[in-house]
């Protein structure tokens, strides 16, 4: 495939928005024609051949908008290729070891055959939005726990997918 590639996201504090930038960027490198919007602005995913959606998890749930996407769009969603990613886990956890999607996600992975789904720490640092988020900073949970080499990683292996399908 050639084609052009739809990354979106549904992101409260950016940190999410910043992964898909990452994973679009490496997507351009490799000769892809890449959009990375907001999930709560995409009107349809009829026009791209591919798609990569991204959610920061919150309570255990893929953001709302990302959420709303996928089902909004299920049915062209299940035509193409499709890849998933979470964002949130704050601490080493990610790092340690493989996070499996959320129940969520992973139902929405089986009906639409998603290929692939991989979990990325998150970043949460002072003045990010939301009572639960002021919790974690005031404890001194908070941080960048992102990793982009790990990120780019597994773009390049969605890109490679996307130019040999």
Known sequence: MTGTVLVTYGTTNGSTAEIAEAVADVLRKDGLTVEALPAGSVTSVARYDGVVVGGALYAGRWHKDARRFVRRNRLLLAQRPVWFFSSRPLGTSVSDRDLPPVPGVRR??????????????????????????????????GGDFRDFGVIETWAKGVADAVTHS
């Open 108 to 141: 929405a992975m089986n009906r639409l055959g998603v290929r692939d789904h991989v979990t990325f720490g998150g970043r949460l640092e002072e003045g990010a939005k939301g009572w639960v988020a002021g919790m974690i900073l005031r404890s001194g949970k």
